[in-house]
């Protein structure tokens, strides 16, 4: 089975505190950050497994608020998930105020994959991954399409 014909996406306790402690400390500063989450198909469910901080770039611009992961750090990315047969399922970023999903996002995701999961958090992830404020996308072949946060189970 792919990741477009997953239903859920579920996420052990660590991973989510991992998520959302790296987060928090990126918008204390004022900055976002990508957190990717890897794991594997089971039936009709993505197990997250890991979550993986790349190393990565955050600027704030006149425009707002940008991040990127270069090349080196992909690419390590996925020496990694080969070494142990992963695959990336989602990325999470936390925006300062309102979650959406932007132009730059759409145009430049990490998660390729059709039926892959883009999570954004709003309030730099003060009130938690799933707070009714946050938003999630799956990748169609129409590109990312808003769809609802119960995608997303904490075990």
């Not at 190393?55 to 991040?67: E, F, M, N, P, Y």
């Not at 145009?107 to 883009?118: H, K």
Request: charged share 25%; aromatic share 8%.
């Amino acid at each position: 089975m792919s990741l477009d014909e997953v239903a859920r996406f579920r996420v052990p306790g660590d991973v989510r505190e991992q998520t959302e402690s790296s987060l928090r400390a990126a918008g204390r500063d004022g900055y976002e950050l990508f957190v990717l989450w890897s794991g594997r198909v089971r039936g009709d469910t993505f197990e997250v497994i890991a979550a993986h901080v790349p190393r990565q770039t955050s600027a704030k611009t006149r425009d707002g608020l940008l991040v990127t992961v270069e090349g080196e750090a992909l690419h390590k990315m996925n020496v990694w998930l080969y070494e142990h047969k992963q695959m990336l399922g989602a990325q999470v970023h936390a925006h300062p105020r309102k979650a959406f999903h932007s132009e730059t996002d759409d145009t430049y995701p990490i998660v390729t994959t059709l039926g892959g999961l883009s999570l954004v958090v709003a309030n730099f992830c003060r009130r938690g991954l799933l707070h009714r404020s946050s938003a999630a996308y799956r990748l169609t072949t129409d590109g990312w399409i808003e769809t609802a946060l119960r995608v997303v189970e904490f075990a």
